[in-house]
């Protein structure tokens, strides 16, 4: 199998329950991320709407964002160094100029000056070692390709050339929102659309994006190998790492969202293994994984794991 080396940090959660976690509890789970093997720590967003993982006067002012009582991205910041993990900082989603009003040119904006903001704060931290695009779609949506574009270009220009990384979903037929109650849909991508459509996205976005990590949980199993083998030969097309977003959450189930049965992440991971993947991270290892998750389903995934890795 290919081995889970990068999590996201899902701090600022969308559909997934708060854990309410302070520093011992994090620090307790970097120590276990290190044990299972994770080098990698991606924020998945700085922030989202009003809530936001560090105090940023940009967002405050001009968001009317709430004020954070505590600072995370300087605390994952500093966890990372001590536990020797690379950090990737990833950035605000608004949730509501380009998801919901369509005026991606607001999102991108805003975002400028997040990065700007963030660089002049943190920068100078050892463990800063690259960006994540936040906004994730599936399909051309709308102008996300002048989104990814301004956004990875001006992370790299500011911070000399570190890595940006984006993690799309496939328009499978599990790609159903967490308030929709149904968990497959009639209609959805072919494998010839979803490779035409990424094309001429990575065409558009070549030089501003390092990283692509499909998420794998929006197509049926048996698919997978397929698509990998697209997104792996799309990726080195475009001079593009090739990352698998391996879920270790599962989508099959009518409770959105429990940790993942064992034997579907095994087989996922030996999938990307046999496409050749470069990395695998995960979503995410706080909430499906830990051995202090919330969910116990998650203490016995990592048993499962750590058993098939120590083979």
Avoid at 43 to 71: C, F, H, M, N, Q
Avoid at 125 to 147: C, H, N, P
């Amino acid at each position: 199998m290919l081995p889970i080396t990068a999590t996201f940090l899902d701090e600022i959660s969308h559909d997934i329950p708060h854990q309410n976690w302070g520093k011992k509890e994090w620090d307790s789970d970097f120590a276990y991320m290190k044990q299972m093997g994770i080098d990698t720590v991606v924020l998945i967003r700085s922030g989202y709407k009003r809530w936001l993982t560090y105090p940023s006067e940009v967002l405050i002012k001009e968001e009317g964002a709430y004020r954070p009582p505590l600072d995370l991205v300087a605390l994952f910041l500093s966890l990372s160094e001590k536990y020797g993990m690379h950090f990737y900082f990833g950035l605000y989603d608004s949730g509501k100029y380009w998801w919901e009003q369509g005026d991606y040119q607001k999102e991108v904006d805003v975002n400028l000056k997040v990065i700007d903001e963030v660089w002049a704060k943190y920068g100078n931290a050892s463990a800063f070692k690259g960006w994540y695009l936040s906004q994730e779609v599936s399909r051309k949506t709308g102008d996300i390709m002048s989104l990814y574009a301004r956004l990875g270009k001006h992370c790299k220009a500011v911070s000399n050339n570190l890595p940006t990384l984006i993690s799309p979903y496939i328009d499978g037929k599990k790609a159903i929102l967490s308030n929709q109650s149904t968990l497959t849909k009639a209609e959805h991508i072919t494998i010839e659309q979803h490779e035409k459509d990424w094309n001429e996205i990575l065409d558009r976005i070549q030089g501003a994006v390092d990283i692509l990590a499909f998420q794998d949980g929006h197509v049926d199993y048996h698919e997978l190998a397929d698509y990998f083998a697209i997104n792996k030969k799309l990726a080195t097309q475009y001079n593009m790492q090739c990352w698998t977003n391996a879920e270790s959450f599962d989508r099959d189930m009518p409770i959105k969202f429990l940790p993942i049965k064992w034997e579907k992440l095994l087989l996922k991971l030996e999938a990307a293994k046999q496409a050749g993947l470069e990395k695998a991270i995960t979503f995410e290892f706080s909430h499906f994984i830990s051995p202090q998750s919330a969910y116990p389903q998650a203490h016995h995934l990592f048993n499962r794991y750590m058993e098939k890795l120590k083979k």
